[in-house]
C-alpha cells in the first residue's frame, strides 16, 4: 500500500450523546426505532445543531436482523425526526467496527465536499435473547462455519487464542491481562452512562478463582470479557465551512472544537489462524491493525504515540486491550507488560486508556462502540469527560475492531487550531 498522505480537509466533532449502557430497553417495553430516536435527538442537543440542518445519515449496526428481525436501519433513521424526511442514509456493517465503517463513510461525504453535515449513529439491542442465542447471533461475524461449528463461545475461544500467539511468540502472564480488567471495571466507575458503573467486584474477581472469575473459554474469564450491551451513540460531524458558521452561530471561536486529524482503516484475512499464518516473521502479531495506526499517525502528520494524551481502545476482551498497546507502539513489540507494570496505561499515567470503562466496563453495543470511541475522544479533548477526564488531553486516538481483529479503523481527535 502506499503511504497515506496528510489529511486536507478537516472534520469536525461537534458534539454528540450516548444512551445509559444499563438499561435495558426490551424490559422498558421500547425497541430499536426508540433507541434510534432518542439517542439522535439526544446527540443533536448535545450538538446544538437542527435536524434541518443534517445533510446526511450513517447507521452503524451490526446484527439488528438476528436479534431484532429488523434490517434497512437507515429508514428508521428518518422516523427520528420529521425534518429528516427525504435525506440520503445509509447503513454500515463491519462486526464491532460497523460504528467505524459508518464514521468512515461520513468523513468521506464531508472530505469530498458532498455534504456539509452529518449525523453518524450507531446502535444495538442485545439483550433481547437468552445468552445462548446471543452466541450464536455474534458469532456471524467469525468465518462460518469454519469458526463457529462445534463452538460454543466462538468470541472468547478466539480472543483466547490471540493471547495463545502472544505466548507462543513474546510470553505473556495472566496477571498482566487481570490488571487490564481490574483498570477498566474501576474506570467505569466514574462514567455515569457505564454498563457496570454500580457493580460490585473485588480483588478475587481477577484472579484464577475458578468461582469468583470462572473460564469461559481457553484463557479467557470472566472479567476478562466485555458486556452484552444495549446501546446507542451519536455524533454531528462538519465541515469547516458548516463548524464556522455553527461557531459564529454560538459565540465562540473554532479553537477547541475536536476535529478528526487522522484516520487509518484497513482489513486483515477473515479467519483468525489465516491472520496470524500471515503475520509470521512479523514484528506485530496484527500487521494490518498496526498499519492502520500509523496510517491514522501519517495523515495527522504526527510521529507516532508522543503526540498522544489518551487513547480509547476495543477491549472486546483483555487480550485485544493488550495487543493494542504495543500496536499503537506505547511499548516494542510483545512488551505490552511494561506499559501495564509501568502506570503508563492507568488513569493519570503517560498516556491513560479506556478513562471511561471502555467495552469491559462501559459496555459494548456492537453498531455503537466505534461512534461511542469518538464521542468519548470528543469530550476529553474539549475537557467535557467529568470524573473520567483525561488532565489536559489535547490529543486521543481511537482503535475500533471488527470481527477477529479483521477489520481496524483508527482515529486520532484533536482541538482545532
Not at 240 to 262: D, M, N, Q, S, Y
Not at 365 to 392: C, E, F, N, S, W
Request: net charge negative.
Amino acid at each position: 500500500m502506499r503511504a497515506p498522505a496528510r489529511s486536507r480537509a478537516p472534520v469536525f466533532v461537534l458534539g454528540g450523546a450516548q444512551t445509559d449502557f444499563a438499561r435495558h430497553w426490551t424490559r422498558e417495553g421500547l425497541g430499536l426505532t426508540d433507541l434510534m430516536r432518542e439517542t439522535a435527538q439526544s446527540a443533536l442537543r448535545a450538538a446544538k445543531v437542527d435536524a434541518g440542518d443534517v445533510e446526511v445519515g450513517h447507521v452503524g449496526n451490526f446484527v439488528a436482523e438476528l436479534f431484532c428481525g429488523q434490517g434497512h436501519l437507515g429508514g428508521l433513521l428518518i422516523e427520528a425526526d420529521p425534518a429528516f424526511e427525504g435525506m440520503p442514509t445509509s447503513t454500515h456493517e463491519a462486526a464491532c467496527a460497523a460504528g467505524g465503517a459508518a464514521l468512515m463513510a461520513a468523513m468521506a461525504d464531508i472530505e469530498s465536499g458532498r455534504y456539509d453535515c452529518a449525523l453518524v449513529i450507531g446502535v444495538e439491542l442485545m439483550r433481547n435473547v437468552k445468552g445462548d442465542a446471543a452466541a450464536k447471533h455474534l458469532g456471524a461475524a467469525a468465518y462460518v462455519p469454519r469458526e463457529t461449528e462445534g463452538v460454543q463461545y466462538p468470541w472468547p475461544q478466539l480472543f483466547s487464542e490471540l493471547g495463545d500467539e502472544y505466548e507462543r511468540r513474546y510470553g505473556i502472564q495472566q496477571r498482566h491481562l487481570a490488571a487490564i480488567a481490574e483498570s477498566n471495571f474501576a474506570n467505569a466507575r466514574r462514567n455515569p452512562l457505564a454498563q457496570t458503573r454500580n457493580w460490585v467486584l473485588e480483588a478475587k474477581n481477577f484472579t484464577a478463582d475458578d468461582v469468583a472469575n470462572p473460564v469461559v473459554a481457553g484463557r479467557i474469564r470472566k472479567q476478562d470479557c466485555s458486556q452484552i450491551t444495549d446501546g446507542g451513540a451519536a455524533v454531528v460531524l462538519a465541515s469547516a465551512r458548516f463548524a464556522e458558521a455553527w461557531a459564529r452561530r454560538e459565540g465562540e471561536g473554532l479553537e477547541g472544537v475536536p476535529v478528526i486529524k487522522g484516520w487509518g482503516h484497513r482489513t486483515g484475512r477473515m479467519s483468525f489462524a489465516d491472520k496470524i499464518a500471515s503475520s509470521r516473521g512479523a514484528d506485530y502479531v496484527l500487521p494490518h491493525v498496526r498499519g492502520a495506526i500509523t496510517d491514522a499517525y501519517a495523515r495527522a502528520g504526527v510521529e507516532g504515540p508522543s503526540a498522544l494524551d489518551a487513547i480509547e481502545t476495543h477491549d472486546c476482551f483483555t487480550t485485544t486491550h493488550y495487543m493494542a498497546i504495543d500496536h499503537f507502539g506505547l511499548t516494542a513489540p510483545g512488551e505490552s507488560w511494561k506499559a501495564i507494570e509501568e502506570g503508563v496505561i492507568q488513569q493519570g499515567g503517560r498516556c491513560p486508556m479506556n478513562a471511561g470503562g471502555g467495552l469491559t466496563g462501559g459496555g459494548h453495543p456492537i453498531g455503537a462502540t466505534g461512534v461511542r470511541m469518538v464521542l468519548d475522544a470528543a469530550k476529553q479533548v474539549r475537557g467535557a469527560a467529568g470524573d473520567y477526564q483525561v488532565a489536559g488531553a489535547r490529543t486521543v486516538a481511537t482503535l475500533n475492531l471488527g470481527g477477529s481483529g479483521t477489520t481496524a479503523v483508527c482515529t486520532l481527535v484533536g482541538r482545532a487550531g
